[in-house]
């Protein structure tokens, strides 16, 4: 899928998980529900930092360039090193390490623990770099025509509210997990939930998705995910655009809605 859609997706799926949570006895507090969901948004572009043309990979200029052209070669390495006898010859990394379950979680868990151990200025560093994709996914024609430093601008001023507001007592800093030190724990969920509705929505397409890798599948490594040829699409494709999106949409205003104990 593209961009747009991808943020989209995530976006709606941390809202199900607020519905989800709130119908256990586990509810989210406001801003714990608008902060995960923007951080999900932005989750669910980060697997496509192995394209040198993706979203991710323009948004923060040279250093994004940069470093996609590292995580590309990794990945590529990482393909050849593991791969079997019938998984296909490849020429680059994209769709291999970032899109597996396993890069989801040790990507999330990174996160979870930076959070706690890296102090304030962590917490506001993993926010400002998702809220800056959340902008780029999910306002992604006003994010074209305008600056790159406008929106890193907007990426940063909003970390520091939105950080300032999870502070406040009661507004969910320790959401889920409340020992002591374990502020901003969670904060690694929605950046796994992100990265494998990524691969899940990508696994919907032509090419599938490698997603339960290194876990060998009809004798491959790389076993491509996804449903029967007949029901996969091209990225970018109508369905993409004139079913997917507004079903996402419509699912994140009922989790959201949900979540908040309106419906």
Known sequence: MMGPAHSLSGAAAWLGVGAAAAAAGHPMPWPVLVVGALICAGA????????????????FGPISRGLCEVVD???????????????????????????????????????????????????LAILFVHLVL?????????????????????????????AGVLDEPGNGANWLFT???????????????????????DALTVSGCPILWPIPIAGKRWYPMGPPKGMRFRAGSWVELKVLMPVFMLLGGVGGAAALNVI
């Open 44 to 59: 669910a572009l980060a697997p496509d930092l192995d394209h040198k043309s993706a979203t991710i990979s323009r948004a």
């Open 73 to 123: 070669k990794l990945s590529y390495a990482v393909y050849k090193a593991t791969k079997s006898r019938h998984d296909a010859r490849r020429s680059g990394g994209h769709r291999t390490l970032t899109h597996t379950w396993l890069w989801a979680v040790l990507i999330g868990g990174g996160a979870s623990v930076a959070a706690i151990t890296g102090g304030r200025w962590a917490v």
């Open 134 to 162: 959340a902008v780029e996914g999910l306002l992604w024609r006003a994010a074209r025509v305008s600056s790159d430093v406008l929106v890193w601008l907007l990426g940063a001023t909003s970390a520091w509210i939105l």
């Open 179 to 201: 020992g002591p030190g374990q502020e901003y724990l969670w904060l690694g969920l929605p950046i796994v939930l992100g990265a494998l509705v990524h691969d899940i929505g």
